[in-house]
Antibody, heavy 117, light 106 residues
Framework: QVQLVESGGGVVQPGGSLRLSCAAS????????MHWVRQAPGKGLEWVAF????????YYADSVKGRFTISRDNSKNTLYLQMNSLRAEDTAVYYC??????????WGQGTLVTVSS | DIQMTQSPSTLSASVGDRVTITCRAS??????LAWYQQKPGKAPKLLIY???SLESGVPSRFSGSGSGTEFTLTISSLQPDDFATYYC????????FGGGTKVEIK
């Protein structure tokens, strides 16, 4: 069955960097687009970034554009999110999700990122 | 950017009630809308895609309707497992979630 396992979260100071990973299994990873979605504590869902199945196109929310980079390694079945210049408002649980032609068909359990001094 | 507005933000209901949640888009999104259910501490779960298509394994008491700018998620007979927060998401132009609707016990 489909499994998505995020890792790499933790506590980081404002202005710092962090790289999240999402290990995928149970499906042909190289055939599907992938999303990152985040949820600040007690708040709603916010779409963060999307990458096409082959990495040829990437899209970002305005709130992270220029600071975050989505990438993938299809040989390792792994999705990444490089987060730079982190701010307090980036504190959230970050989910990776498999794309089902636009919508998020499967979600990982999430990894918590806390930006605090 | 397309904005998604859900109403109500909180809904109090009893087991067996018929529940309707509304999602409005700031411009037409055709039928490119999904609905998700999220329980505390858990990842969201897809319920409905393309406005009215039921995801495999989702109980038939869930249904979606609408097109253009106005959409609804209906639970025909609320069950104890359905108390959760529900989100709509447009995927016509980039991706945007609604603010969520918490369905709580009356």
């Amino acid at each position: 069955q489909v499994q998505l396992v995020e890792s790499g979260g933790g506590v980081v100071q404002p202005g710092g960097s962090l790289r999240l990973s999402c290990a995928a299994s149970g499906f042909t990873f190289s055939s599907y687009g992938m999303h990152w979605v985040r949820q600040a504590p007690g708040k709603g869902l916010e779409w963060v970034a999307f990458i096409r199945y082959d990495g040829s196109n990437k899209y970002y929310a305005d709130s992270v554009k220029g600071r975050f980079t989505i990438s993938r390694d299809n040989s390792k079945n792994t999705l990444y999110l490089q987060m730079n210049s982190l701010r307090a408002e980036d504190t959230a649980v970050y989910y990776c999700a498999k794309d089902g032609v636009g919508y998020c068909i499967y979600w990982g359990q999430g990894t918590l990122v806390t930006v605090s001094s | 950017d397309i904005q998604m507005t859900q109403s109500p933000s909180t809904l109090s209901a009893s087991v067996g009630d018929r529940v309707t949640i509304t999602c409005r888009a700031s411009q037409s999104i055709s039928s490119w809308l999904a609905w998700y259910q999220q329980k505390p501490g858990k990842a969201p779960k897809l319920l409905i895609y393309k406005a009215s298509s039921l995801e495999s394994g989702v109980p038939s008491r869930f249904s979606g309707s609408g097109s253009g700018t106005e959409f609804t998620l209906t639970i025909s007979s609320l069950q104890p497992d359905d108390f959760a927060t529900y989100y709509c998401q447009q995927y016509n132009s980039y991706w945007t979630f609604g603010g969520g609707t918490k369905v709580e016990i009356k």
